[in-house]
T-cell receptor, first 115, second 112 residues
Framework: DTAVSQTPKYLVTQMGNDKSIKCEQN?????MYWYKQDSKKFLKIMFS???????INETVPNRFSPKSPDKAHLNLHINSLELGDSAVYFC??????????????FGEGSRLTVL | AQSVSQHNHHVILSEAASLELGCNYS??????LFWYVQYPGQHLQLLLK??????LVKGIKGFEAEFIKSKFSFNLRKPSVQWSDTAEYFC??????????FGRGTSLIVHP
């Protein structure tokens, strides 16, 4: 079983469209994250979320929004896609409840291409 | 703000050469430190981690890293690299917020 799974793996879409990337973890972790990896491989935190708190990187445009139906899922919704949104988006999870050390378990990534 | 610096962006080695990748972090408090590896086309996987205790940490596939608090460093080493070590290597730290901050990564190419 894949611990952190993301769908779709590849997404090609036109500018201006709205799209979502789904993420699910079966590790029982309380905290989930979205990272963006650009063409130079730089990993940038976008969101950190658990059932208590959403932490948003203030540099992330408000066109990006995380949606969590339950603690095992954290989906990423993107409105009005722009060319610069093309990247690989990684979902990750980690333990919480006093044992969080920042060790992350990553999904396989979703490569978004905006034309 | 926390930051992580990886000074070697691209490293090219021949098989059996020794490897050392530099990593420096800025957070002045208690930190947890990590090295992750991303093989071509794959997701990031944990290579090794330091939380406390022995500053010399051993990870998978013969990698090790040394935490030197006075230098704010956590360099990654391997005495003899293999072609299969070709990958991107990311240093990361989580300080007070436990949200990991990543370095820009080092691309390692090992020639057979």
């Amino acid at each position: 079983d894949t611990a952190v799974s993301q769908t779709p793996k590849y997404l090609v879409t036109q500018m201006g469209n709205d799209k979502s990337i789904k993420c699910e973890q079966n590790l029982g972790h309380d905290t989930m994250y979205w990272y963006k990896q650009d063409s130079k491989k730089f990993l940038k935190i976008m969101f950190s979320y658990n059932n208590k708190e959403l932490i948003i990187n203030e540099t992330v445009p408000n066109r990006f929004s995380p949606k969590s139906p339950d603690k095992a899922h954290l989906n990423l919704h993107i409105n009005s896609l722009e060319l610069g949104d093309s990247a690989v988006y990684f979902c990750a999870s980690s333990q919480e409840n006093g044992r969080n050390t920042g060790e992350l378990f990553f999904g396989e990534g979703s490569r978004l291409t905006v034309l | 703000a926390q930051s992580v610096s990886q000074h070697n962006h691209h490293v090219i080695l021949s098989e059996a050469a020794s490897l050392e990748l530099g990593c420096n972090y800025s957070y002045g408090g208690t930190v947890n430190l990590f090295w992750y590896v991303q093989y071509p086309g794959q997701h990031l996987q944990l290579l090794l981690k330091y939380f406390s205790g022995d500053p010399l940490v051993k990870g998978i596939k013969g990698f090790e890293a040394e935490f030197i608090k006075s230098k704010f460093s956590f360099n990654l080493r391997k005495p003899s690299v293999q072609w299969s070590d070709t990958a991107e290597y990311f240093c990361a730290e989580s300080g007070g917020s436990y949200i990991p901050t990543f370095g820009r990564g080092t691309s390692l190419i090992v020639h057979p």
